[in-house]
């Protein structure tokens, strides 16, 4: 077995193995969920991200790009969670 994602502590009650994150297999309702929102939530939101220029306010912000933000509610917080979900 090589390097375990979690740090055994040995419990009473609990009984818990370290695995290799290689040898996790998502299955079912969840493998289901991930593949649909890597193929059709995750660039859908990217889209509507461009159109309404919730990136080109970061652009703007950074200097990479000149005009006016815009002013949206949680523009920036929309974001973050897609980067989060991304990644």
């Known amino acids: 077995m ?3 994602i979690v740090d055994i ?27 649909r929102n890597r193929k059709v939530s995750i660039p859908l939101l990217y889209k509507l991200f461009v159109k309404n220029k919730t990136i080109g306010n970061f652009e703007i912000e950074a ?19 897609w980067v989060e979900a991304v990644s």
């Open 9 to 35: 502590v040995e419990r009473k009650n609990v009984k818990c193995m370290a695995c290799n994150i290689e040898d996790v297999k998502i299955e079912g309702f969840w493998k289901y969920v991930i593949e």
């Open 63 to 81: 200097g990479i790009k000149k005009g006016e933000k815009t002013n949206r509610l949680a523009t920036d917080s929309d974001l973050y969670k």
């Open 2 to 4: 090589g390097k375990s």
